[in-house]
């Protein structure tokens, strides 16, 4: 079957091909087989394409990349509960084998200890630009059909889930009425975490490099998040957040850029949440009073948390949130979609000129309707997030 793979990932310079793999034996007991309708790619995919990110499967050169997945039920093992048909996201970890890593044995590998889990697409594990994708039941998160024209954003969703999930927990501290988000950053996982917010109630406020009178930009205004431009000289942060009615409740900082991170320790109203999302490879060097931000984290009681990954859980809240983004701001969702390849365009893709999310086809979205089983949606989705 027709996959795009990274050949030679482990060594020298990745090269992007597509390449035939065998086809998945059929599945057996609690595996399930699933064809791919869609898979979307963020900043790890062009890290892996332009940089020696990915890794391959253990004892085989090349990997197969994607990690965004949608794709629809094949074929199911005689002890899996899902039918052909049934649209489903793909959980992208999968646990180390190490007895000793509590989280990797309860189900928690996004929590991993030793390092040696596998991520589907990324490392030491096959990803999704491919036809046909074998794993077990647990791996596969149902949507409805409804949710086909945005169900590819499960995965990163899923990210901002866990933040969300993280914060709440870390604020049972005490009594916490947060009012005010700032996100910084508007790739695809600044604007999931603007709009998240704004379903949460919030004041959303989004500081990004990309013009006012950008897409990206644009989308946010149109789901009521309030957006500056930034500006890249020495102080423009804090002159920002200096404009701001309130120091912002919760931040969450989707750049990278890491002297952003510490800056923002600073903006953070007391007692609030800075989630770092941001991956920043190679090395940056910059000079901290390290003293003003130790008082503040700790006169103000402000809490930093990083966090990758999430865990099957905040997949499923994902598909409800999704759900409920879509019936609160008709159509943002699949807006956000801004460019369709095909599979044998992935090698040209110019990752630099991606407008705001691209996803890749691998079969024509007139078509998925031809796979797609459709029934009981509203009783089986119909609770609220
Ligand atoms: C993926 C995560 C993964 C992380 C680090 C992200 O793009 O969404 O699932 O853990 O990259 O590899
Ligand atoms: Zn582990």
């Given at each position: 079957m027709k996959s795009v793979k990274i050949l030679n990932a482990?060594?020298?310079?990745?090269?992007?091909?597509?390449?035939?793999?065998?086809?998945?034996?059929?599945?057996?007991?609690?595996?399930?087989?699933?064809?791919?309708?869609?898979?979307?790619?963020?900043?790890?995919?062009?890290?892996?394409?332009?940089?020696?990110y990915g890794q391959p499967p253990e004892g085989e050169a090349?990997?197969?990349?994607?990690?965004?997945?949608?794709?629809?039920?094949?074929?199911?093992?005689?002890?899996?509960?899902?039918?052909?048909?049934?649209?489903?996201?793909?959980?992208?970890?999968?646990?180390c084998r190490e007895p000793r890593c509590v989280n990797c044995r309860n189900g928690r590998s996004d929590y991993c200890q030793t390092g040696a889990f596998t991520e589907r697409g990324i490392k030491g594990a096959h990803?999704?630009?491919?036809?046909?994708?074998?794993?077990?039941?647990?791996?596969?998160?149902?949507?409805?059909?409804?949710?086909?024209?945005?169900?590819?954003?499960?995965?990163?969703?899923?990210?901002?889930?866990?933040?969300?999930?993280?914060?709440?927990?870390?604020?049972q501290r005490l009594i916490w009425q947060p009012r005010t988000a700032l996100?910084?950053?508007?790739?695809?996982?600044?604007?999931?975490?603007?709009?998240?917010?704004?379903?949460?109630?919030?004041?959303?406020?989004?500081?990004?490099l990309s013009p006012?009178?950008?897409?990206?930009?644009?989308?946010?205004?149109?789901?009521?998040?309030?957006?500056?431009?930034?500006?890249?000289?020495?102080?423009?942060?804090?002159?920002?957040?200096?404009?701001?009615?309130?120091k912002p409740d919760v931040i969450w900082e989707?750049?990278?850029?890491?002297?952003?991170?510490?800056?923002?320790?600073?903006?953070?109203?007391?007692?609030?949440?800075?989630?770092?999302?941001?991956?920043?490879p190679g090395e940056r060097r910059h000079e901290l009073d390290t003293n003003r931000l130790n008082m503040e984290l700790v006169l103000k009681n402000k809490c930093v948390v990083g966090s990758v990954n999430a865990a099957r859980s905040h997949f499923e809240t994902a598909v409800h949130r999704l759900l409920q983004m879509e019936q609160r701001f008709p159509g943002a969702l699949p807006r956000m979609i801004s460019e369709r390849f095909?599979?044998?365009?992935?090698?040209?893709?110019?990752?630099?000129r991606i407008t705001l999310k691209a996803v890749v086809d691998l079969i024509p979205p007139d078509r998925w309707d031809e796979w797609i089983r459709r029934e009981d949606e509203e009783i089986a989705y119909s609770f609220s997030v």
């Amino acid at each position: 079957m027709k996959s795009v793979k990274i050949l030679n990932a482990a060594g020298g310079s990745p090269k992007v091909a597509v390449a035939e793999h065998p086809e998945p034996a059929p599945p057996k007991d609690s595996e399930v087989l699933v064809r791919m309708l869609c898979v979307g790619l963020d900043g790890t995919d062009r890290e892996i394409v332009t940089e020696k990110y990915g890794q391959p499967p253990e004892g085989e050169a090349d990997l197969i990349l994607g990690h965004e997945a949608l794709g629809v039920v094949e074929r199911c093992g005689d002890r899996a509960g899902l039918q052909p048909g049934d649209l489903v996201a793909v959980v992208v970890r999968r646990p180390c084998r190490e007895p000793r890593c509590v989280n990797c044995r309860n189900g928690r590998s996004d929590y991993c200890q030793t390092g040696a889990f596998t991520e589907r697409g990324i490392k030491g594990a096959h990803g999704f630009l491919t036809e046909f994708v074998k794993d077990e039941e647990r791996y596969f998160v149902k949507l409805p059909p409804r949710a086909r024209s945005f169900g590819v954003l499960t995965e990163p969703q899923s990210i901002v889930e866990k933040v969300w999930d993280e914060i709440q927990r870390i604020q049972q501290r005490l009594i916490w009425q947060p009012r005010t988000a700032l996100v910084l950053g508007s790739g695809p996982l600044g604007m999931l975490a603007a709009i998240t917010c704004r379903c949460l109630g919030l004041d959303v406020r989004v500081w990004s490099l990309s013009p006012a009178d950008g897409p990206d930009a644009r989308w946010l205004e149109a789901i009521g998040a309030h957006y500056r431009e930034a500006d890249s000289s020495a102080g423009a942060f804090a002159d920002y957040v200096g404009t701001l009615p309130d120091k912002p409740d919760v931040i969450w900082e989707c750049t990278g850029y890491s002297p952003l991170a510490f800056e923002a320790m600073e903006a953070l109203a007391p007692n609030g949440v800075l989630a770092l999302l941001g991956v920043s490879p190679g090395e940056r060097r910059h000079e901290l009073d390290t003293n003003r931000l130790n008082m503040e984290l700790v006169l103000k009681n402000k809490c930093v948390v990083g966090s990758v990954n999430a865990a099957r859980s905040h997949f499923e809240t994902a598909v409800h949130r999704l759900l409920q983004m879509e019936q609160r701001f008709p159509g943002a969702l699949p807006r956000m979609i801004s460019e369709r390849f095909t599979l044998e365009q992935v090698p040209s893709i110019d990752f630099e000129r991606i407008t705001l999310k691209a996803v890749v086809d691998l079969i024509p979205p007139d078509r998925w309707d031809e796979w797609i089983r459709r029934e009981d949606e509203e009783i089986a989705y119909s609770f609220s997030v």
